[in-house]
Structure formats: C-alpha cells, structure tokens
C-alpha cells in the first residue's frame, strides 16, 4: 500500500503569553518617542512608524517589562529548540520593539546570523497587518502547478497568521517571512527578537 510523508518541515511555534501588555505597551509607545537615533533610522528608510532596531541594544537593562520579558522568551525558545531536536539552548541575541502606523507593511526578510527569531504582539488593532511565511522550497519549484485553495496548509506556499495581543510566535530564522500592510485604524505595537 503506497503512503506519502512529509520530509524537510518549517515548525511555526505558537504560545499565548500572560504579560501585563499594557505595561508593555507603554514601553514601545514610550521609547518611539524618546529614541531619537530609531527615529531618524525609520524617516531615513521610509518606515512608518518607529523601530528600536537599529538604534537601541540594551532594551533588557533599559527597560524593566523588556527586562522581565526575556526570562519568558527564552523559556519558550528552549521549548522549541527541543521540538526542534536541537543539541544547543538558543541564547537571546536582539531584541527590538516596533511601532507600525496604519498603512505600514514589512517586505518579505530572513534573519541572517540568527538561528531562531520571532514575536511578541502587543496590540493589534481590527485590521493590522498580519504576518506571512513563505515555503522555503519556493525558489527551488520553477514549474510546480499552483495548489488548490482548499489544500492542506503545508502544502500552501504562504501561510498567513493573524495573532492576537499576547501571542507570541517563534520560527527557524531561514524562514522569509513578511507583514501584510496596516489597514488599521490605530497603530500595531509588538516586540521582536533574534535568538543566537
């Protein structure tokens, strides 16, 4: 009898987080208006609204929520890596937080020099962009026939999640991935983080 397997996949790791999101919330809006140098990187490259990204790399020492947040991440980061079958914990390599404005999107990106990457949703208004993965195999498919809507969502070559506030999602870095545009009214606040 003939049976198909699935071989090479791309694990999505999905957690809902019990942290004081408002509490975090300020922390975001708060250093999108005090960070200047995050400030002039966003206008610089046509980014709307505000990243720490570039500019902050102390967020857990500046900031307390940041600070109690990362115990957290690297809970779960090493939950994981252990689905994952990994030998190694995953260490926190960076972390940042962004503010999207409505009509803000993020083009399809890796996370080159990181092993793990993911994030934390901190509000997300009616409308906010979701975030999109990309089948990695997708360059390598040249002629392969379009899949049918209906097929099964690992067989899709994007896959679209909506998260909640509190959600938290963590991904292999080789993993392109994009946010959909803002159609929000209100701006979409989360943290995003690199692990080594």
Known sequence: ??????????????????????????TVRTLAED????????????YWGYTSYA?????????PAIGDLVPL???????FAKELGWDHE???????????????????????????SGTLYVDVP???????????????MMVAPLREESAPE????HVTIRPAAGTLLLWESFLRHEVLPNLG???RLSISFNFA
């Open 1 to 26: 009898m003939s049976k198909s397997r699935l071989l090479f996949a791309s694990p999505l790791y999905e957690a809902p987080l019990k942290v004081d999101l408002a509490d975090l919330a300020r």
């Open 35 to 46: 960070d200047e140098a995050g400030q002039r990187w966003a206008e610089e490259k046509d």
């Open 55 to 63: 500019s902050l790399d102390d967020l857990p020492t500046r900031d």
């Open 73 to 79: 991440l690297e809970e779960h980061a090493r939950a």
């Open 90 to 116: 995953p260490k926190l390599d960076h972390i940042w937080v962004n503010l999207m404005d409505p009509g803000a999107h993020h083009s399809a990106h890796i996370h080159p020099h990181s092993v793990l």
């Open 126 to 140: 009616e409308g906010a962009g979701a975030i999109r993965f990309e089948d990695p195999r997708l360059p390598m």
């Open 154 to 157: 690992h067989l899709q070559p």
């Open 185 to 187: 009214e209100t701006e």
